[in-house]
């Protein structure tokens, strides 16, 4: 799977951390870019309390780079200034802001719909092909093993997650001086419940396996992940 996303934007600011509990429709700049992404304000735009218009908190001053902290498809919650120089924060249309790539708007809708679904992925203990490996570390945590294959095209790692049941063995044993009989435990030994292997090539997830007693189908396929040319 090839697919590539390619964003141009402005170096970044620091993003903001995600709620406990998001908004349902509403995608965190943090969930895949933990670094910020910072756009720079091309026409007025009135800055408003909710993603649905509300209260306007200002007009945003033209020229100046903003921080866009979280977004809809049609609106985006930046941090910037006032036209007087005094710092605001609210919802704006993307028509405000510049990009060299003009098809920016639209690509940050696909974006958006990626990290929707990889969201609900996620909440699901699912793990997916076009994942990333930080987004499979936060459904499998640590991998039991990690194996990493250097070839001439490049880099591949794989991740296994295997899970044990802890089995107790025992003998049918007879009391010799009371004749009963009765199990006595021996020992215990860990065996595999279930195991998943992930391979990871240019930076995301390229296949995965399951072990049958997992008890799941064909893996989900999303979109390969979004990279940014800062």
Not at 11 to 34: N, Q
Not at 60 to 69: A, N, R, S, T
Not at 201 to 228: C, D, K, M, R
Request: charged share 25%.
């Amino acid at each position: 799977m090839k697919t590539v996303i390619y964003l141009v934007l402005l170096l970044a600011f620091p993003a903001m951390a995600i709620p406990e509990k998001p908004e349902k429709s509403v995608v965190y700049v943090e969930e895949f870019a933990p670094k910020g992404i910072k756009l720079k304000v091309e026409k007025p735009g009135w800055v408003y309390s909710t993603n649905q218009g509300g209260r306007k908190r200002g007009s945003l001053k033209v020229g100046i780079d903003v921080e866009l902290v979280s977004f809809t498809e049609k609106a985006y919650f930046v941090r910037g200034e006032r036209d007087n120089g005094i710092g605001v924060s609210g919802w704006v249309t993307p028509a405000a802001f510049s990009s060299k790539d003009p098809k920016f708007i639209e690509k940050l809708k696909q974006v958006h719909a990626r990290q929707l679904l990889v969201r609900e992925l996620i909440e699901k203990k699912e793990v997916a092909i076009g994942m990333t490996p930080e987004e499979v570390s936060k459904i499998h945590k640590h991998p039991t093993k990690t194996k990493v294959k250097r070839t001439a095209k490049g880099q591949t790692t794989v991740w296994e997650f295997i899970e044990y049941d802890t089995v107790s063995h025992f003998n049918t044993v007879r009391n010799p001086y009371t004749g009963q009989i009765f199990r006595q435990l021996t020992h215990t030994t860990n065996e595999e419940k279930s195991k998943t292997v992930v391979e990871f090539e240019n930076g995301y997830a390229t296949s995965i396996e399951i072990s049958e007693n997992n008890g799941l189908g064909n893996p989900t396929i999303v979109a390969a992940p979004v990279i940014f040319a800062w």
